[in-house]
């Protein structure tokens, strides 16, 4: 299984809402990562989470607030976002880096998020 | 800090033409370096990558990059494209035993049939 599952697909939020946004993977991997992704750029890197302890915040507002529950689960929490914030968000997973050679990152398809 | 450049933002090719795209990066260290390929619609996945050895290596659906360390390079080539390799293609980079994974800009290429 080399899936990385994200739920839901697609997400119409105001700016008023909370939501979450899952990520589900089970390749045992210790290294889960959100990125996001406006249309025709590249993924930036938001947040790292190495061993279930957030390892990387690119200064990332605070309206995101990531979430590790277990080593299989990712959370993405979103308060109060602007229109600006409408992207493609991505998770993705990795056996850990800081201890191997190397190893790619999985990726999920996406939560496709509109905020209105 | 690493950082991933991609000098073709847009390729538009006939069926049967080589490819080659572009990528260079900048970090002092040791990295891994890694093509992903993001077809229209559809999530990113792994054409390639590089972690150490033979620095020409060989992907899926007859991708190849090569590594030439002396001009931090690692370009994309296929001999003969095809109308479905039509898509966005990402250089990525990590510095060795870290978790930061850098996108390029991307390079989204057209084939026409």
């Known amino acids: 299984d080399t899936e990385v599952t994200q739920t839901p697909k697609h997400l119409v939020m105001g700016m008023t809402n909370k939501k979450s946004l899952k990520c589900e993977q089970h390749m045992g991997h210790r290294a889960m990562y959100w990125y996001k992704q406006k249309a025709k750029k590249p993924p930036e890197l938001m947040f790292v989470?190495?061993?279930?302890?957030?390892?990387i915040n690119e200064s990332v507002p605070s309206r995101f607030s990531p979430e590790c529950p277990n080593s299989s689960l990712l959370n993405l929490h979103l308060h109060a976002l602007q229109p600006e914030d409408s992207a493609l968000y991505l998770c993705a997973s990795s056996r850990s880096g800081t201890n191997n050679v190397g190893s790619e990152a999985f990726f999920g398809q996406g939560t496709r998020l509109t905020v209105v | 800090a690493q950082s991933v450049s991609q000098h073709n933002h847009h390729v538009i090719l006939s069926e049967a033409a080589s490819l080659e795209l572009g990528c260079n990066y900048s970090?002092?260290?040791?990295?891994?370096l890694f093509w992903y390929v993001q077809y229209p619609g559809q999530h990113l996945q792994l054409l390639l990558k590089?972690?150490?050895?033979?620095?020409l290596v060989k992907g899926i659906k007859g991708f190849e990059a090569e590594f030439i360390k002396s001009k931090f390079s690692f370009n994309l080539r296929k001999p003969s494209v095809q109308w479905s390799d039509t898509a966005e293609y990402f250089c990525?980079?990590?510095?060795?035993?870290?978790?930061?994974?850098?996108f390029g800009g991307g390079t989204r290429l057209m084939v026409k049939p």
């Open positions: 590089y972690f150490s050895g033979d620095p």
């Open positions: 990525a980079v990590n510095a060795r035993g870290g978790n930061m994974l850098t």
């Open positions: 989470y190495s061993y279930e302890k957030l390892s």
């Open positions: 970090y002092g260290g040791t990295v891994n």
